[in-house]
Nanobody
Framework: QVQLVESGGGLVQPGGSLRLSCTASGILFRIYAMAWYRQAPGKQRELVASITTVRNTNYADSVKGRFTMSRDNAENTVYLQMNSLKPEDTAVYYC?????????WGKGTLVTVSS
């Protein structure tokens, strides 16, 4: 079975940093584009960042300059380094994998930015 497992969420103060990880199994990881989405209560799920098989990245305007996505194909893992966190970054963060669209989703990890 295909599994995407996120980790690294938690409570952090505004201005702080967190690094999220997503480890995949059951897919040929290196041929999949990967993405991070987030969803806050009462809001739609939104794309935060994506990375292609050749490590091209794209970011939502709201996180550009603060978040960095990377991948380690040897470990079947993608990361989201989140710096200068703001309360509005509070959400459940989900990992997705796909060839031309998201085919598989993780269960999410909660990030809470609060003082």
């Amino acid at each position: 079975q295909v599994q995407l497992v996120e980790s690294g969420g938690g409570l952090v103060q505004p201005g702080g940093s967190l690094r999220l990880s997503c480890t995949a199994s059951g897919i040929l990881f290196r041929i999949y584009a990967m993405a991070w989405y987030r969803q806050a209560p009462g809001k739609q799920r939104e794309l935060v960042a994506s990375i292609t098989t050749v490590r091209n990245t794209n970011y939502a305007d709201s996180v550009k300059g603060r978040f960095t996505m990377s991948r380690d194909n040897a470990e079947n893992t993608v990361y989201l380094q989140m710096n200068s966190l703001k309360p509005e970054d509070t959400a459940v963060y989900y990992c997705g994998a796909g060839r031309s669209a998201v085919d598989y989703w993780g269960k999410g990890t909660l990030v809470t930015v609060s003082s």
